[in-house]
């Protein structure tokens, strides 16, 4: 029976289908009528919405946020509910925070005081502080915090589809440096400080107590947050009130409802002005942020803000900004002029006032032409020496030098990051995926469309994310280091290249290489359009993206977001072959060439032909007879009756296939890194010309290990090559030709004496320029 058992289990697993190909099963949840088997949302779909109304003041003596909110929770899930779960995302630094409990880290040689303080030092306490939470009614009710989550405990079960319920929930906490690790950089948010003028710049970030996401997906969503997996909420509506230092400027998410009690008149009046601009209006200059640095206003401004159907609320707050905006349309968009602004401290200036407002409004025409259009009023970019991403607002950096220069890395890293979080507007802001479970879904996503943006902003932008070649390096990676693109955010190892950069590249080879771009754009366009303003899993988009693109990519998906498998396909052989015409005037000829060549070829003969001066049979011409100028290859009388029997028998396709006279080459392929890809194999001829054929992924349908195939061409072909311009991410290209090809490595020569290694050329191209041009004046 024993015996019996295991041949069964044995035979069990033989027969299991393993192909590259197989259907996606057991990855893939069941459909339902919450989401079908289309990916798209089903006719029972729900989601829960919560709408807030917030009083806030920031403290710039103490750095420190106190606020209170009336919150409005909708049921409109099938299921009574006897608690609620929020999130208190600021508790990740706070002393006690599993963020510092889990931290691996270690110790070199050398080791910096400030790296040795990041280590160690969790004193700094920035986790909220709870003061009571309340009903609508003012009744306290019972909460639970668990790290950085909250759960409140509600006295009667909130009925299932139509029960509302309002908390009041009253709070502080220490506003962070964002700058510095030891002091909970990893919230995202905080304040810098400006040493120069003793200014603070703020970017006020997941600091208010906020209801985690509760969907037919996951229930409630309230996995812990460790600073990798950010944030999963669901949409409402804000009125937020902000109370700041009469001098602050509020740069904020959603609409300014009390213009004239915060603006000057000629502020209001550029505002104006800027909504049917060509180019960025300032509304607040440099001269006016530089004066008001001088001094700090010691009464207060409340500003109040509104914002429909969004999934967060954040603001940057700071005397020192210098604000500029610029009307956009958007063809589609249920708003008639987006605002395009920018917000930033005179330290960016020239780079943000001469960029970043342009950059908004390129990044929202390019993503809604690939999405949906932009449907909110603003979008705005503040500098703040980190990026980050919120509804209509996002914080980002790039500074020149103090003398006003800087160099093509400080510009296309900075346009690089304001494309990026603008664009997280569309993913999640929209397009509402859960960050906490797959960060590629946003960052992925994303950074694949930030990649269609740089390339539409400059044909030679230097993009990082969405080019084949620059995700090898990572693909043939130790394995150890590596997790398959569906991995939860926490416990991704390598979070850059897995979340941000492998997805955006698997996106882009889909659509320029596997599906083409126009069943890509219309497929993700629909999934764009099925996904806006709802919660989204990973396997709504790709069964979206086969059901509006008409194209199986169960493969595709397992292949490159499943496993760690890589693309390494080699050309193992080429053989060339010729058809046997049987015409002895072609055929005959060929031999006796084939014998010639052969002969010359011996290095017996070769040798002779250089060591003996002559034969027997050429010093004596009487040892010659017939077979010395009999031509065995020559074709005879008979050879041309047999031919044109031959012919005869032919049918006029066949003698066509003959006629044609073409040489045959059989290719021999085997795919050793374990994804299979469409072959893209380009054939050079000895005429100087080439021809490139592509062929679809399913050729490995049968056999994913190792494959054959045959072309014909009418000239002879010299060299053949796989993947010539390098889009399928091939981690070795030296096995992509035949003949073999050597690839170089360079090396670098250099004197010895003296040498440092950058110190004949400067980084700051336009820092050189303008001090060639100062020292020319002089």
Not at 185 to 193: K, P, T, V
Not at 492 to 514: C, D, M, Q, S, W
Not at 748 to 769: D, H, I
């Given at each position: 029976?024993?015996?019996?058992l295991v041949a069964?289990?044995t035979?069990?697993q033989?027969n299991?289908d393993q192909?590259?190909f197989r259907q ?8 339902n009528?919450y989401?079908t ?16 109304d917030?009083?806030?003041?920031l403290?710039?003596?103490?750095q420190?946020?106190k606020g209170?909110?009336?919150i ?7 299921h009574?509910l ?7 995302d600021?508790?990740v630094?706070?002393p006690?925070?599993?963020t510092?409990k889990?931290?691996t880290?270690?110790l070199?040689?050398r080791?910096?005081?400030?790296q040795?303080?990041g280590?160690?030092?969790?004193s700094?306490?920035?986790g ?9 009614t ?6 639970t ?14 009925i299932?589809?139509t029960?509302?319920?309002q908390?009041?929930?009253?709070w502080?906490?220490n506003?962070n440096?964002?700058?510095n690790p ?8 905080g304040?810098?400080?400006?040493p120069?003028?003793g200014?603070?710049?703020?970017t006020?970030t997941?600091?208010?107590p906020?209801?985690?996401v509760?969907?037919d997906?996951?229930?409630?969503q309230?996995?812990q947050?460790?600073?990798q ?6 949409f409402g509506?804000?009125?937020?009130a902000i109370t700041v230092?009469?001098d602050?400027?509020?740069?904020a998410t959603?609409a300014?409802?009390?213009?004239k009690?915060v ?8 505002f104006?002005e800027?909504?049917?601009a060509?180019k960025?209006?300032v ?14 206003a ?5 500003w109040?803000?509104?914002?429909e159907?969004?999934?967060?609320f954040a ?9 500029d905006?610029?009307?956009v349309?958007i ?5 008639p002029?987006?605002m395009?602004m920018?917000?930033y401290?005179?330290e ?10 342009e950059?908004v409004a ?6 809604s032409?690939?999405?949906i259009p932009?449907?909110?009023?603003v979008?705005?970019?503040?500098e703040?020496?980190?990026g980050?991403?919120?509804p209509m607002?996002c ?11 800087y160099?093509d890395?400080?510009?296309?890293g ?5 494309i990026h979080?603008?664009?997280h507007n569309?993913?999640p802001m929209?397009?509402?995926s859960?960050e906490r479970q797959w960060t590629?879904m946003?960052e ?10 740089e390339q ?6 230097p993009s990082?994310g ?5 995700i ?6 130790d394995k150890e280091?590596q997790n398959?693109?569906?991995t939860n ?5 390598r979070?850059?290249?897995n979340?941000?950069?492998?997805p955006?590249?698997a996106?882009n080879?889909?659509?320029?290489t596997?599906?083409g771009?126009?069943?890509?754009d219309?497929a993700?366009?629909e ?8 919660h989204?899993?990973?396997?709504d988009?790709?069964?979206t993206?086969?059901d509006a693109s008409?194209?199986?990519l169960?493969?595709?998906?397992r292949?490159?977001f499943?496993?760690?498998?890589n693309v390494d396909?080699?050309?193992?052989a080429?053989t ?8 002895p ?9 084939k014998?010639?060549e052969?002969l010359e070829?011996?290095?017996?003969f070769?040798n ?10 050429e010093?004596?011409?009487?040892l010659k007879?017939?077979y010395n100028?009999?031509?065995?290859n020559?074709?005879?009388p008979?050879?041309?009756e047999?031919?044109e029997?031959y012919?005869a028998?032919?049918?006029p ?7 044609a ?8 392929l085997?795919n050793?890194g ?6 893209i194999i380009?054939?050079e001829f ?13 050729i490995?349908?049968?056999n994913?290990?190792k494959?054959s195939k045959?072309f014909a061409?009418?000239?002879?072909v010299?060299?053949v090559?796989?993947?010539?311009q390098?889009e ?12 073999r ?6 090396f670098e020569v250099?004197?010895?004496e003296?040498f440092t ?5 400067g980084?700051?191209p ?9 020292a020319?004046?002089?």
């Amino acid at each position: 029976m024993v015996l019996l058992l295991v041949a069964t289990l044995t035979y069990a697993q033989q027969n299991t289908d393993q192909s590259k190909f197989r259907q996606l099963g057991t990855e893939l949840p069941t459909p339902n009528t919450y989401r079908t088997a289309s990916g798209a949302p089903g006719e029972s779909y729900w989601q829960q919405r919560v709408d807030y109304d917030i009083k806030v003041e920031l403290d710039d003596e103490k750095q420190k946020i106190k606020g209170t909110e009336m919150i409005t929770y909708f049921n409109n899930s099938p299921h009574p509910l006897t608690y609620l779960w929020l999130q208190l995302d600021q508790n990740v630094v706070h002393p006690e925070s599993d963020t510092y409990k889990t931290a691996t880290n270690k110790l070199g040689e050398r080791v910096s005081a400030g790296q040795l303080n990041g280590m160690l030092d969790n004193s700094f306490d920035g986790g909220h502080k709870i003061e009571y939470v309340k009903d609508g009614t003012g009744k306290a009710l019972k909460f639970t915090i668990v790290k950085t989550m909250m759960r409140v405990d509600l006295p009667t079960p909130l009925i299932a589809k139509t029960g509302k319920i309002q908390l009041q929930i009253g709070w502080s906490y220490n506003i962070n440096d964002r700058q510095n690790p030891a002091l909970g950089a990893d919230s995202r948010g905080g304040y810098e400080l400006f040493p120069e003028d003793g200014n603070y710049l703020y970017t006020i970030t997941q600091w208010f107590p906020r209801l985690a996401v509760y969907d037919d997906y996951n229930g409630w969503q309230h996995k812990q947050f460790l600073g990798q997996g950010e944030f999963t909420l669901p949409f409402g509506n804000y009125t937020v009130a902000i109370t700041v230092p009469s001098d602050h400027i509020i740069a904020a998410t959603g609409a300014l409802q009390n213009a004239k009690e915060v603006l000057t008149a000629d502020q209001i009046k550029r505002f104006e002005e800027a909504k049917t601009a060509t180019k960025p209006v300032v509304i607040v200059t440099q001269a006016e942020a530089t004066e008001k640095e001088k001094t700090k206003a010691k009464d207060k401004k409340t500003w109040v803000y509104k914002a429909e159907n969004v999934r967060d609320f954040a603001f940057g707050s700071s005397r020192k900004f210098i604000w500029d905006a610029m009307g956009v349309k958007i063809e589609g968009s249920p708003v008639p002029t987006v605002m395009a602004m920018s917000y930033y401290p005179k330290e960016a200036n020239p780079l943000y006032g001469h960029l970043s407002t342009e950059a908004v409004a390129h990044t929202l025409r390019v993503y809604s032409k690939h999405t949906i259009p932009y449907p909110y009023p603003v979008a705005i970019s503040v500098e703040a020496s980190n990026g980050m991403e919120y509804p209509m607002i996002c914080f980002n950096y790039g500074r020149p030098e103090k003398d006003g220069t800087y160099s093509d890395r400080i510009k296309y890293g900075m346009l690089g990051v304001i494309i990026h979080e603008v664009g997280h507007n569309f993913f999640p802001m929209i397009v509402n995926s859960d960050e906490r479970q797959w960060t590629w879904m946003d960052e992925g996503l994303n950074s694949f469309c930030q990649f269609l943006a740089e390339q539409e902003w400059d044909r030679s932008f230097p993009s990082n994310g969405g080019q084949a070649r620059n995700i090898v390096g990572y693909m043939k990676a130790d394995k150890e280091v590596q997790n398959p693109i569906m991995t939860n955010s926490e416990s991704i190892i390598r979070f850059g290249p897995n979340a941000y950069t492998k997805p955006a590249t698997a996106l882009n080879i889909l659509r320029e290489t596997v599906m083409g771009r126009e069943l890509f754009d219309f497929a993700f366009r629909e999934y764009a359009r099925r996904w806006a303003f709802k919660h989204p899993t990973p396997y709504d988009l790709f069964r979206t993206m086969e059901d509006a693109s008409g194209v199986d990519l169960d493969w595709y998906w397992r292949g490159w977001f499943f496993t760690t498998d890589n693309v390494d396909i080699s050309l193992d052989a080429v053989t060339e072959f010729r058809m046997d015409t049987k015409n002895p005037e072609i055929e005959k000829p060929l031999a006796s060439k084939k014998s010639k060549e052969q002969l010359e070829r011996d290095v017996t003969f070769q040798n002779n032909k250089r060591d003996l001066a002559t034969t027997a049979v050429e010093r004596n011409e009487a040892l010659k007879d017939f077979y010395n100028s009999y031509d065995p290859n020559a074709p005879a009388p008979t050879d041309r009756e047999r031919y044109e029997k031959y012919l005869a028998s032919l049918s006029p396709k066949e003698k066509a296939i003959i006629e044609a006279n073409k040489s045959y080459y059989q290719l021999d392929l085997s795919n050793q890194g374990g994804l299979v890809m469409p072959l893209i194999i380009k054939f050079e001829f000895e005429d100087g010309t080439s021809e490139t054929q592509r062929i679809p992924a399913e050729i490995w349908r049968l056999n994913d290990k190792k494959i054959s195939k045959v072309f014909a061409f009418a000239k002879p072909v010299k060299q053949v090559i796989l993947d010539p311009q390098e889009e399928t991410a091939d981690v070795n290209t030296e096995n992509n030709y035949y003949p073999r090809r050597p690839i170089p490595s360079r090396f670098e020569v250099f004197k010895q004496e003296g040498f440092t290694r950058g110190a004949s050329m400067g980084s700051n191209p336009m820092q050189q320029a303008q001090q060639q041009k100062k020292a020319g004046s002089n």
